[in-house]
């Protein structure tokens, strides 16, 4: 898909990966349709990259399907869409809370399903392009992040079936799948990263990432690419993996 011209509706834009896919989109001449929470930080995000912005809070239940409509009443048509928002939560599973589990699977799994509802049937008419921000913990899971992993691996299981469903027609899907990138995540989800390796990437390596696959019509992409090589392992050596999983956490 040609970035120049589209208009692309970006969730999550106002922080980390989401606002870096904004810049980068408004650099390649997109009509940039940036969603968040924060209205500040959206406000400064449109007067440096003139991008439009709606305001939204994707925990509520329908929250997905009214900012597709409004994204639309701006536009008329949405060419691209990037399900970028996500919230994490880091904790034994026991004592997490009923209502943080539902706001994980609010924001993280159906919110992009109902922007996708809503956004699909203009995509297949006109041709168009999804792009899921899934994560790593999604392919392999992560000790104290069971909730969140489970998201993203829906979100994954999602993207990968509309794949096979949408083959042949004018809409491509793509999964962006990021490793450890330096944004306000892990201060908000109450758990900052502690670990020395692997280092966090600068979101602008996601953006880059992420706008290469509409761009170039690629169905899947790790950032960084290394991260492929343990998702192998545990597929080809299930038992060699875990016990590097119990050894290195
Ligand atoms: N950082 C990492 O290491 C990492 C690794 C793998 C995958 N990811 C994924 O990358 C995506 C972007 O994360 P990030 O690292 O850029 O984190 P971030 O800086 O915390 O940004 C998260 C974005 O999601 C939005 N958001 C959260 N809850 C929302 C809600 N209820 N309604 C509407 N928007 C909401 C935030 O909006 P406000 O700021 O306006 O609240 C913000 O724009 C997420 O899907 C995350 O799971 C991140």
């Known amino acids: 898909m040609r970035l120049t011209g589209a208009v692309v509706l970006v969730t999550g834009a106002s922080s980390g990966i989401g606002a870096a ?7 390649a001449g997109s009509q940039v349709v940036a969603a968040g929470r924060d209205p500040d930080r959206l406000d400064r995000l449109a007067a440096e990259t003139g991008a439009t912005t709606l305001v939204t ?3 509520r239940p329908h929250a997905g399907r009214e900012l597709a409509e409004r994204a639309l009443a701006r536009y008329t048509r949405v060419d691209v869409l990037i399900n970028n928002a996500g919230v994490g939560w880091a904790g034994p599973f026991n004592g997490m809370a009923d209502s943080l589990a539902d706001e ?3 924001v993280n799994l159906r919110a992009p399903m109902e922007l996708t509802r809503a956004l699909l049937p203009g995509m297949c008419h ?3 392009h999804l792009v899921f921000v899934g994560s790593i913990a999604g392919r392999l899971g992560v000790n104290g992040e069971a909730v969140y992993a489970a998201t993203k691996a829906g979100l994954d299981a999602f993207a990968q079936s509309l794949r096979m ?3 042949g027609r004018q809409v491509a899907v793509s999964t962006v799948v ?3 990138v330096d ?8 758990q900052p990263y502690r670990r020395r390796r692997p280092r966090p990437l600068p979101p602008d390596r996601v953006a880059a990432a992420l706008t290469d696959a509409i761009a170039n019509d690629r169905a899947e992409v790790y950032v960084p690419r290394w991260l492929r090589l343990p998702v192998a392992v545990r597929g080809l050596l299930p038992a060699v993996y875990r016990r590097l999983a119990t050894r290195f956490g």
Not at 21 to 27: E, F, I
């Open 104 to 106: 994980l699977l609010a």
């Open 126 to 128: 006109r041709g168009g």
């Open 178 to 180: 990021p490793g450890v």
């Open 165 to 167: 469903e949408l083959a």
């Open 57 to 59: 809070d994707l925990s």
């Open 183 to 190: 944004t306000p995540f892990f201060a908000r989800r109450g």
């Open 21 to 27: 896919v904004v810049r980068r989109l408004a650099d």
